[in-house]
């Protein structure tokens, strides 16, 4: 009996082993599974390199930027256009009273043989354009006597005078108009020399 209990333990401990063995090898056939999908998976998405992510990223960066650069600049000139607009209409605006005083003084010269009145609608007429000139901030630039500057003066002569010095504007031909330190129009002039 003590025979048959120790084949009986034998059988079960065996069976046991055999189970134990059959149970291993089934968990070293899914940890071997297992490897192989994280292979295949490793395989099928290579590595990603810190340095390629970082560049995809800069050239992200960059496109955005363009982008907004571009946007910025048609903002810009479609602003231009319309501040030009605007400061055209504005001085436009100034100079067409004067044209209307023109067309006046246009008609009344072919109406009658006033001298007097047209002389003194072309006087308002030229008072108007000072007004205009003085509401642009336009000011005539000042010549006649003054020391030749090739800044604001043209020289178109020279003159002989021994009276003044020389490099002294003695003649305008046309004036010169500036807006605050641009010059617009330069003085054309005749400077004097004295050689």
């Known amino acids: 009996m003590q025979d048959n209990e120790m084949k009986e333990k034998q059988a079960e401990q065996e069976a046991a082993e055999a189970k134990a063995a059959e149970q291993e090898t089934a968990e070293v056939t899914e940890a071997e599974k297992a490897e192989d999908a994280k292979n295949a998976e490793e395989a099928a998405e290579p590595e990603v390199d810190p340095r390629d992510a970082k560049i995809e990223e800069l050239q992200n ?42 067309e006046r003084a246009e008609a009344s010269v072919e109406k009658g043989d006033n001298v007097d009145a047209v002389v003194d609608g072309m006087k308002k007429i030229r008072r108007q354009f000072e007004d205009a000139f003085k509401d642009l ?24 005078n021994p009276e003044l010095d020389d490099e002294i504007v003695d003649m305008v031909f046309e004036k010169g108009y500036k807006l605050g ?15």
């Open 61 to 102: 960066r960059l496109l955005r930027l363009q982008a907004d650069f571009e946007n910025f600049r048609r903002r810009t000139n479609i602003e231009k256009e319309q501040l030009s607009t605007f400061v055209t209409a504005n001085v436009v605006g100034k100079f067409l009273k004067v044209l209307d005083n023109f």
């Open 181 to 195: 330190d641009k010059v617009i129009r330069h003085s054309k002039v005749r400077v004097n020399t004295n050689e």
């Open 137 to 160: 901030k336009v000011e005539e630039i000042e010549a006649q006597n003054a020391k030749f500057d090739p800044n604001i003066h043209e020289a178109v002569m020279r003159g002989h």
